[in-house]
Each structure stands twice: as structure tokens, then as C-alpha cells.
């Protein structure tokens, strides 16, 4: 599941650029997810496929076989394999598995960076700059600036995930990011390891 929200993460953090250098790309990707306001968008990653909103340092997802808020300070994540709800409080380095900015944060200070202009967009390629299990990651965003494919290749294969339907200044409220025990069923135990 962290690998999961790794993915969305660092997809959603990337969603628009227009630079010339994969820098510079990068670093106004990041500016304009801060710049959106609330963010929403559908993914799909192998069998996993849901719904993200993110606002800021928040976020929510609703997918096939997880459920998870942050809102900025204690997640909450509810599976449908356990069904139950783990609440946690995430230390810096658990948050650059789950947050977009601190994921994205990661790939700039971890990550040597290439771009190319193709004929829909940029492809970013993204390779570690020292030992990891990632090979490389491979990012694609259209012309209108938003990214839609992210393929994360190590030594054992590679993933595929792929964004649709995204759209900024989404309405949201503090709600949004918080459990809601009528999203999950009835009876469900909660877990604080907090």
C-alpha cells in the first residue's frame, strides 16, 4: 500500500510544466501543484484503481482497496483485506512515501533528472543518483501541462500508473481529509497506533 501511495503521490505532484530544463520543468510542477488550490483526480496502478483529492499538505483517497485521509497531521487508512482502520501520525520519512510535496522534494535532491519535448508533451526520466531498487522513473505530461502516465522501473519489472480526470480549484473543507466512519462499514474496529 505504501508503494502505492508513493506512486499517486508522486504522480499528482508533478501535473504541469513548460520549462526547458528538466529542472526547471520540476520546480514549476511543484510551484503550480501549490499554486491549484485543491486538487482531484482518478488513477489506476495494476488492479488498484480510485479517486485523490489533495489540497496543500493534505489529501484523501477512495480507492477499490484502500481508503486513507491525511489531514496534514494524522492519517487514517482503512483496507479492505484487514477491515479495519489504522490511524497513525506519520514521521517525516514515512511522509515522503505518502505526500506529494515531500515525495517530490525527494525525487529533486535523490534523482538526476532529464527531459525531452514530445510531440504530446514532456517525458521526464528521472534515475537514482545513488544504489536504490528504483532503475528509473519515467514521467509523461501532456501539452496542456498535466501529467497522465508514470512508469517506475527496478530491477525486477516496472509499473505503470496513469492519471485521468484531473481538475484544480476543487471544493473541499477541513471533512474532506478527515475519517468518515460512514465510508467504511458498519462495525469496522479502529486502530490507534499512534
Keep these: 500500500m505504501k508503494r502505492l501511495f508513493t506512486m499517486v503521490m508522486l504522480l499528482l505532484a508533478v501535473v504541469c510544466c513548460h520549462a526547458q530544463s528538466a529542472t526547471q520543468i520540476f520546480d514549476r510542477t511543484v510551484a503550480a501543484y501549490k499554486a491549484a488550490g485543491a486538487v482531484s483526480a482518478n488513477y489506476r496502478a495494476g488492479s488498484s484503481h480510485g479517486t ?5 499538505n493534505q489529501f484523501r483517497i477512495l480507492a477499490n482497496n484502500i481508503k486513507s485521509w491525511y489531514d496534514g497531521k494524522t492519517q487514517w487508512t482503512y483496507s479492505t483485506a484487514t477491515d479495519e482502520v489504522n490511524v497513525t501520525t506519520p514521521s517525516a520519512q514515512q511522509l515522503v512515501m505518502i505526500h506529494p510535496l515531500a515525495a517530490a522534494q525527494s525525487l529533486k535532491s ?14 521526464l526520466t528521472l534515475k537514482p543518483k545513488a544504489k536504490s531498487k528504483v532503475v528509473s522513473v519515467t514521467l509523461y505530461v501532456s501539452k ?6 508514470a512508469i517506475y522501473t527496478t530491477k525486477k519489472g516496472s509499473e505503470t500508473l496513469t492519471i485521468s480526470n484531473y481538475k484544480t ?26
Design 52 to 56: 485523490i483529492v489533495m489540497k496543500g
Design 110 to 123: 535523490g534523482y538526476k533528472m532529464s527531459a525531452k519535448k514530445s510531440g504530446s508533451g514532456y517525458v
Design 144 to 149: 496542456n501541462y498535466v501529467l497522465t502516465k
Design 169 to 194: 480549484k476543487v471544493a473541499t473543507n477541513a471533512a474532506t481529509f478527515k475519517f468518515n466512519k460512514k465510508m467504511v462499514p458498519a462495525g469496522t474496529e479502529v486502530v490507534d497506533l499512534r
